[in-house]
């Protein structure tokens, strides 16, 4: 069965650094479009960043060039490094992913979730 398990997570001061990291099983990796989103309670889940299987990029504007997403096609893994956090990046952050790019922003159109890591910033 598929699985997206995401890893990486915790908490960090204001400017500090973490990396998620997302392993995938189940299903044609290369295939599929992957994308971090996150969510704080009360609020709409939120597209963080998207890659496709060329590892062509899509950012959320205020995230763009701190949070650079990657793909490894043969490790079947998605990473997350994010650079100067702000509190307002805490949340929890999930890895998600789709086939087609259409779409990339919109949490519907994603068919295999992971459970989702915590992100904390103080």
């Known amino acids: 069965h598929v699985q997206l398990v995401e890893s990486g997570g915790g908490s960090v001061q204001a400017g500090g650094s973490l990396t998620l990291s997302c392993a995938a099983s189940?299903?044609?990796?290369?295939?599929?479009?992957m994308a971090w989103f996150r969510q704080v309670p009360g609020q709409e889940r939120e597209a963080v960043a998207g890659v496709n299987s060329g590892g062509s990029t899509a950012y959320l504007e205020s995230v763009q060039g701190r949070f650079p997403i990657t793909r490894d096609n043969n490790k079947n893994t998605v990473s997350l490094q994010m650079t100067g956090l702000k509190p307002e990046d805490s949340a929890t952050y999930y890895c998600?992913?789709?086939?087609?790019?259409?779409?990339?922003?919109?949490?519907?159109?994603?068919?295999?979730w992971g459970q989702g890591t915590q992100v904390t910033v103080s």
């Open positions: 998600a992913a789709k086939a087609g790019v259409i779409g990339w922003s919109r949490p519907g159109s994603y068919k295999f």
């Open positions: 189940g299903y044609i990796f290369g295939t599929y479009y």
